[in-house]
C-alpha cells in the first residue's frame, strides 16, 4: 500500500480511516502539549496497523504509520461505538502525497515480536492475558521515523 501510494503521489483513495489530536484525546491527555498529543494518536496508529496487517497476512509483518498535515475541515471525528479510538479520524478523500510529512515503520528487529502480536490479535482482544501481553510487547517498540524523500530507499530495502 505504501508503495503505491509513494508511487501514485497520492494517499488513498478516500475515505481513508485515521489517527489525529481529537477532542476525545484532548480530553483524554488534557495535560499534553500537541507534540506529546500527535505522539499518542500516533501510539493509536501503530495499534490500528495491527489490525491491518491480521487483515491482509500476505503483508510483511511490519506496522506503517504514514504522518501527514490534513486540514482540519478534510476530517471527521469518528464516534461510532464499534470504533471507540479516542484518536480515530475519516479524510473523505485521497490525499496528496505533498502532505505527508514523514513515514514511521518498524525497525527491522522488531518483525518477530510484531509478527507474534499479529498472531495474538484476536485471542488479545478477546481477553486472552497471554495474548494482550504479545500485543503490548509489539506497542513497546518505537516506530523509526522516515522523511517522505527517503520511503523509495525504504521500500527498496536500502535505507
Do not use: K, N
Not at 103 to 131: K, R, S, T
Amino acid at each position: 500500500m505504501l508503495a503505491r501510494w509513494q508511487a501514485g503521489g497520492e494517499v488513498g483513495p478516500g475515505p481513508l480511516g485515521g489517527h489525529g489530536v481529537t477532542p476525545a484525546l484532548r480530553e483524554w491527555y488534557a495535560a499534553g502539549d500537541l507534540e506529546e498529543l500527535e505522539y499518542a494518536a500516533m501510539a493509536d496508529a501503530a495499534r490500528a496497523a495491527l489490525s491491518l496487517l491480521a487483515a491482509d497476512r500476505d503483508a510483511p509483518a511490519r506496522r506503517v504509520v504514514v504522518a501527514a498535515e490534513v486540514p482540519e475541515a478534510a476530517c471527521s471525528v469518528v464516534t461510532a461505538p464499534e470504533e471507540p479510538v479516542r484518536s480515530g479520524v475519516r479524510v473523505a478523500q485521497s490525499l496528496p502525497w505533498a502532505v505527508v510529512a514523514a513515514v514511521h515503520v518498524d525497525d527491522v528487529a522488531a518483525l518477530p515480536v510484531i509478527a507474534a502480536a499479529v498472531e495474538a490479535l484476536a485471542a488479545a482482544e478477546a481477553g486472552d492475558a497471554d495474548a494482550m501481553f504479545a500485543v503490548d510487547e509489539a506497542e513497546g517498540w518505537e516506530l523509526q521515523w522516515w522523511a517522505t524523500q527517503e520511503v523509495v530507499h525504504l521500500l527498496e530495502g536500502t535505507g
